[in-house]
């Protein structure tokens, strides 16, 4: 509710009655944005990337392989490369080198966090950091993860 209203909504309760179970609570819609390797984040690939979600992380912050950067706008994870630098070259044009315009990180509390995870990811908490990742930070390892469930599911 906090995050579908931006912190605006003001909620109150009173407990009316006990019911029966009605199944799992829903979670999240949309996937996950993960690094694909370790290294600083650069206000180019996260401008080139803000059309895929928001993000967690702002330029110049230090990201490791598996780590989860932002949320995706659509179903699904993705594996982005947040590192990647503009290539240098003599050519110039004009209006190509433009100021980044990118939007700040998303600030999520301990308990924002628990309530964001999946079954498959989890919360790194450091003394300066709350930080969530993937249970298996290699790519490859999630595939089989996630096939082994879909086995023991059937």
């Given at each position: ?122 919360i790194e908490v450091t003394p300066n950091f709350i930080r969530m990742r993937k249970v298996y930070l290699d790519e490859e390892d999630r595939k089989k ?10």
């Open positions: 509710m906090l995050t579908a209203t931006a912190g605006e909504a003001v909620m109150a309760h009173r407990f009316n009655e006990y019911k029966p179970w009605k199944g799992p609570i829903p979670g999240r819609n949309n996937g996950v944005l993960i690094a694909k390797e370790a290294g600083t984040t650069t206000g180019y690939s996260l401008d080139k990337l803000q059309d895929r979600g928001f993000f967690f992380v702002d330029p110049g912050e230090e990201v490791y392989k598996g780590m989860i950067i932002g949320e995706n706008s659509k179903p699904g994870d993705l594996v982005v490369n947040a590192n990647e630098g503009k290539k240098l070259t003599n050519m110039r044009a004009s209006g190509s080198d433009a100021a980044t315009n990118i939007a700040p990180k998303t600030l999520m509390t301990l308990e924002e966090c628990m309530e964001y995870i999946q079954h498959d990811e989890c993860f996630s096939k082994m469930m879909k086995i023991e599911e059937a």
